[in-house]
C-alpha cells in the first residue's frame, strides 16, 4: 500500500483548492489553511481533510497546522513574495523535503530554482503544454 503524504496547501484560491480537494480524495491527509474561511467553500462538501483559518506564512499557524509531521507544502497564496516566505520557512526551518510555492515572476522562479526549490510556474507550465500540444518547435529547435 502506497505511503499516504501529509500536505498542507496554504491558500485556497482555484488552484490551491482544487489541489487540496484532489489530494484528500485520493487518501492523502491534508490541511488546507487561508486567511479567509469562505475560501474553504471552494473544497466542496466531500472535503475530509482539516481546515485551518489563519495566516499560512506564520510560523504558529504553520505549526498549529503541524508542519513538522508535514511530507509536502504547497504554499499557494495570491501573492509570489508570500509563497516564496512561506516555502523559505517550511524548508529551511521545520525541514520539510517537499516545498512547492507557486509562483509567476521569473525572478523568483530562479531565485527558488537556486535555493534549489522547484517553483509551480502556471505560464511557464502552460508554455511548455502549448508546445506540446501543437508540436512545435522553441527558438533554438528543441522540442519540449
Known amino acids: 500500500m502506497a505511503r499516504t503524504a501529509r500536505v498542507i496547501v496554504i491558500g485556497c484560491g482555484s488552484f490551491g483548492a482544487a489541489l487540496a480537494a484532489s489530494l484528500a480524495a485520493a487518501g492523502h491527509e491534508v490541511t488546507a489553511v487561508d486567511m479567509r474561511e469562505d475560501a474553504f467553500d471552494q473544497l466542496g462538501d466531500d472535503f475530509d481533510g482539516e ?77 511548455k503544454e502549448f508546445y506540446r500540444l501543437t508540436g512545435l518547435r522553441l527558438e533554438g529547435g528543441d522540442e519540449q
Open 51 to 127: 481546515t485551518v483559518t489563519g495566516d499560512g506564512s506564520s510560523a504558529l499557524v504553520l505549526e498549529e497546522c503541524g508542519v513538522k509531521r508535514a511530507t509536502h507544502v504547497v504554499a499557494a497564496t495570491g501573492h509570489d513574495a508570500t509563497n516564496l516566505l512561506i516555502a523559505e520557512l517550511a524548508s529551511e526551518i521545520y525541514g520539510v523535503r517537499h516545498v512547492l510555492p507557486l509562483v509567476d515572476d521569473d525572478a523568483f522562479v530562479e531565485i527558488l530554482e537556486d535555493l534549489g526549490t522547484e517553483p509551480i510556474c502556471p505560464h511557464r507550465i502552460c508554455e
